[in-house]
């Protein structure tokens, strides 16, 4: 059976015989001493062990190995003794032998080094070496014993699983990739969007999003997080989606729209799923919102300002038998919509306000400096996820702006002079 030393090894001389004058040793009943019996019966756990075991003296010379030592390196015991233990290893590791020696030297015990060994015939052994002193009764270290254990199979145990988990992750990876993949553009819109898998698990999540073409030049945006990672968060989303863009696609209002996916989600075991729903219309310079437990929608102006929607917002999909409000805004001509999901601002030891200020201080600053939507994107990201620390959960970001078109552009001009007093219509929010 394997074995883990306790710790330094002390010798000593054993208790003495019973002699004249001196107070008798305990015998056990077949006449032995008690630490005779308890030295038989550590000969036997040592020679037993399935762990190689080889003590060896200051200089490195080997005095002892058990029978699991013979096995692992195929030399007998008759051949290992008295050679010095840089026998057993590849000529390109002697200085590692050298530095473990300098170690126990200093009195250091080397706990599960992973290295290499070299059989008689040549074979290289990938193994665990644990190395203790032997200290004498002054302390002074006299030598030391390792326990060596063979770790061939283990190691290829854990590439079989790390490559069946790439396989995995690989399956996964190609599914959510067809899920998320990017809409089609439609016209007179334009359109950036991020999305980085968790790094953990299999790197599948529940993140989506979609872009639903209404007609009359009318746009519908969704956005979605199923809670929970993994591939049953994955079917979860792909359900959503495709139910969210046929209601979408029915004429469904946004609020119509996020009690039916309530209705859908509530017959789901334990899955509870943030969503928003946009409707866009340009031509009227409005939108129309539904939220249920999502993030703040962010609207930059095409002056630079970053302001966020007050859409009100219930609770998660999923809860069931509560109503979903949807508000009527203002459209600017030439704006943006920002649109993310939690990973890209709940991260460990963060404000999530202080988040969404980083995030709205980011934006606006992009803006200021360019209205490539890709670019702005990618700064997002720079800015919000700067490392390549791994992420817990998906990260999803979607930006969408009316295109530059020259009628866009003269529509902004003429919704300018309408909130300036000089003519136009001004929208003003209504909640149903």
Not at 280 to 304: K, M, N, Y
């Amino acid at each position: 059976m394997p074995i883990d030393s306790p710790g330094d090894v002390s010798i000593g001389r054993l208790p003495r015989r019973e002699r004249p004058g001196s107070q008798a040793a305990p015998r056990s009943p077949g006449g032995r001493t008690v630490a005779e019996d308890r030295t038989s019966e550590l000969a036997l756990l040592v020679e037993t062990c399935q762990d190689a075991i080889i003590t060896r003296t200051a200089q490195g010379i080997i005095t002892f190995c058990n029978a699991a030592a013979e096995r692992l390196y195929g030399y007998t015991a008759q051949e290992m003794i008295g050679r010095h233990v840089s026998m057993l290893t590849p000529p390109e590791r002697r200085d590692e032998v050298a530095g473990l020696q300098h170690r126990i030297d200093r009195g250091q015990r080397i706990k599960h080094l992973e290295t290499v060994r070299t059989a008689s015939d040549g074979r290289l052994l990938n193994v665990d070496e644990s190395v203790w002193p032997i200290r004498n009764r002054a302390g002074t270290i006299t030598g030391a014993y390792s326990i060596v254990r063979d770790v061939a199979d283990r190691m290829r145990e854990d590439a079989l699983r790390a490559g069946l988990h790439q396989d995995q992750r690989h399956i996964a990876l190609t599914l959510q990739n067809a899920l998320m993949r990017t809409p089609s553009a439609i016209p007179g819109t334009r359109v950036a969007s991020r999305y980085l898998p968790s790094t953990r698990g299999h790197g599948v999540g529940g993140d989506w999003f979609d872009l639903v073409p209404l007609g009359a030049g009318r746009v519908g945006v969704i956005i979605g997080d199923v809670m929970g990672r993994g591939l049953d968060a994955a079917v979860v989303m792909g359900q959503l989606r495709s139910a969210a863009r046929a209601l979408a696609l029915a004429g469904l209002e946004p609020s119509e729209l996020m009690r039916a996916l309530d209705a859908f989600t509530t017959g789901l075991p334990e899955q509870l799923v943030t969503c928003a729903y946009l409707r866009l219309d340009p031509a009227r310079g409005e939108l129309t919102a539904c939220s249920a437990g999502h993030l703040p929608i962010l609207l930059v102006t095409p002056d630079g300002r970053v302001d966020t929607l007050p859409v009100p917002v219930s609770v998660p999909l999923g809860v069931g038998q509560i109503a979903h409000h949807q508000v009527l805004l203002p459209l600017p001509t030439c704006s943006t919509l920002a649109l993310y999901t939690d990973g890209l601002i709940e991260t460990p030891r963060t404000d999530l306000d202080d988040r969404l200020l980083h995030l709205t201080d980011t934006l606006r600053t992009a803006f200021a400096t360019t209205r490539e939507l890709e670019h702005v994107a990618d700064r997002v990201l720079q800015a919000l996820l700067p490392d390549a620390a791994p992420y817990a959960d998906d990260v999803t970001l979607l930006l969408i702006s009316q295109a530059d078109t020259p009628a866009a552009k003269a529509d902004q001009r003429l919704s300018h002079r309408g909130r300036s007093g000089r003519g136009g219509r001004a929208t003003t929010p209504r909640i149903s």
